[in-house]
């Protein structure tokens, strides 16, 4: 048989998965995995996606339809205080495709990019799809897992390093950066002359007061901010593949050319749903988060009070634990977990070497669900311990 491709082979086989699988093919296990809200579509764009059902049969811009990415400058404008034009953006399926986009067209074979670890599991497989050189920051449980520019200026070479990638609210991590840590990485990037991929997935799912700030916001970082947003987490669109990535106008002008050869452009029925949902404001996401919150805080505590220590996370809606009580190893763990207290949690190692001995639990998992999980797992972790 004809091999695969080296790139491809040297992919990391990715633990969640096989647990996305299992969950979908066993119901009776409670899965804790998905990066998904568990919400419907906002019932005024499931009305508008059938009024739209005739009208979308044809190809979209690449960059995307120029009413949505007007839109998108206006929510900039106003949600992240970025200002910028529609030229500066290209709407994408999704922002992992505006990820891998932005990979291309900004790291030769070799440049160095720096990222997070623990960092979500998308990152660093795309950057090693094209041949990057990923260079790695340790986010440190003791710091809340924020990310210390000092690591970050220690980590830049002068000669190799172009882009430092930051996600924040994080996945897995649920950390949210301060505005004093942004100010201290955008420092570093001018002086480096190094873009910051700024992902910014979770913008809108903050806790206890917690402040999201875009980094293109703050002065001088028009040419060095590349911003990744998304409909998946704040209006519940993952399944309709919609993104886009905001930056300076060559990167922009870069970008679209390579998207003509991935996917052409994202789905036209997915931007004029965005577009109408971007226009319905962010009502529909307060009302997700705090139905997040409840869930925050019945998990955390429980988790904690079973042994598996996790930060309260001010965003994002995962938990990131602790259970070295348990065992060292998060895939025999997770494993176990499954098939004995039918709870499935996704491997601290899927997300970084430095994420080992711990399991992200997700709680965009219907409280209940959430509730009889714990049950599950509360007897299962006591003769764990003993084991
Ligand atoms: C941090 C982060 N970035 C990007 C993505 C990809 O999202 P999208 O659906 O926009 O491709 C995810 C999905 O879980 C994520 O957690």
């Given at each position: 048989m004809v091999e695969l491709s080296e790139r491809e082979q040297e992919l990391p086989d990715l633990e969640i998965d096989k647990l996305l699988e299992i969950a979908v093919e066993h119901p009776e296990i409670i899965s804790l995995g998905p990066g998904e809200p568990d919400f419907e579509l906002h019932p005024s764009l499931v009305a508008h996606t059938k009024r739209l059902a005739h009208k979308v049969n044809h190809y979209a811009p690449p960059g995307g339809f120029k009413e949505l990415r007007e839109e998108i400058c206006k929510k900039l404008k106003k949600g992240n205080k970025i200002k910028v034009s529609p030229d500066n953006v290209v709407v994408t399926c999704g922002s992992q495709e505006a990820l891998?986009?932005?990979?291309?067209?900004?790291?030769?074979?070799?440049?160095?990019?720096?990222?997070?670890?623990?960092?979500?599991?998308?990152?660093?497989?795309?950057?090693?799809?094209?041949?990057?050189?990923?260079?790695?920051v340790e986010?440190?449980?003791?710091?809340?897992?924020?990310?210390?520019?000092?690591?970050?200026?220690?980590?830049?070479?002068?000669?190799?390093?172009?882009?430092?990638?930051?996600?924040?609210?994080?996945?897995?991590?649920?950390?949210?950066?301060?505005?004093?840590?942004?100010?201290?990485?955008?420092?570093?990037?001018?002086?480096?002359?190094?873009?910051?991929?700024?992902?910014?997935?979770?913008?809108?799912?903050?806790?206890?007061?917690?402040?999201?700030?875009?980094?293109?916001?703050?002065?001088?970082?028009?040419?060095?901010?590349?911003?990744?947003?998304?409909?998946?987490?704040?209006?519940?669109?993952?399944?309709h593949r919609l993104g886009y990535v905001v930056c300076n106008e060559?990167?922009?002008?870069?970008?679209?050319?390579?998207?003509?050869?991935?996917?052409?452009?994202?789905?036209?029925?997915?931007?004029?749903?965005?577009?109408?949902?971007?226009?319905?404001?962010?009502?529909?996401?307060?009302?997700?988060?705090?139905?997040?919150?409840?869930?925050?805080?019945?998990?955390?505590?429980?988790?904690?009070?079973?042994?598996?220590?996790?930060?309260?996370?001010?965003?994002?809606?995962?938990?990131?634990g602790n259970i070295r009580q348990f065992d060292d190893n998060s895939k025999r763990f997770c494993n176990k977990m499954i098939k004995e207290a039918k709870v499935a949690a996704v491997p601290g190692i899927d997300f970084g070497t430095v994420g080992e001995g711990h399991a992200r639990f997700s709680f965009a998992t219907d409280y209940k669900l959430i509730q009889k999980a714990l049950k599950r797992m509360e007897p299962w972790l006591k003769k764990y311990r003993k084991r």
């Open positions: 891998m986009l932005a990979t291309a067209c900004c790291l030769d074979v070799s440049e160095q990019i720096i990222l997070p670890d623990p960092g979500f599991m998308g990152f660093l497989p795309t950057f090693e799809l094209f041949n990057a050189n990923p260079r790695f986010l440190k449980e003791e710091d809340d897992y924020a990310v210390n520019p000092d690591a970050v200026k220690k980590a830049v070479n002068r000669k190799k390093t172009k882009v430092l990638l930051i996600n924040s609210p994080a996945n897995p991590t649920g950390n949210v950066l301060s505005k004093k840590i942004l100010e201290e990485l955008a420092d570093i990037a001018v002086e480096h002359d190094l873009y910051i991929f700024s992902d910014e997935a979770y913008e809108h799912i903050l806790y206890d007061g917690a402040k999201h700030y875009s980094i293109a916001s703050f002065n001088g970082m028009e040419d060095y901010a590349v911003t990744f947003q998304t409909f998946s987490k704040s209006y519940a669109m993952c399944g060559d990167l922009a002008e870069a970008i679209k050319k390579t998207h003509i050869l991935s996917t052409i452009c994202a789905p036209s029925i997915s931007q004029l749903i965005g577009l109408k949902a971007l226009k319905m404001g962010d009502r529909h996401a307060k009302q997700m988060v705090k139905e997040y919150d409840r869930r925050r805080n019945l998990i955390v505590p429980a988790l904690n009070e079973m042994g598996i220590s996790c930060p309260m996370p001010k965003g994002a809606f995962y938990a990131f």
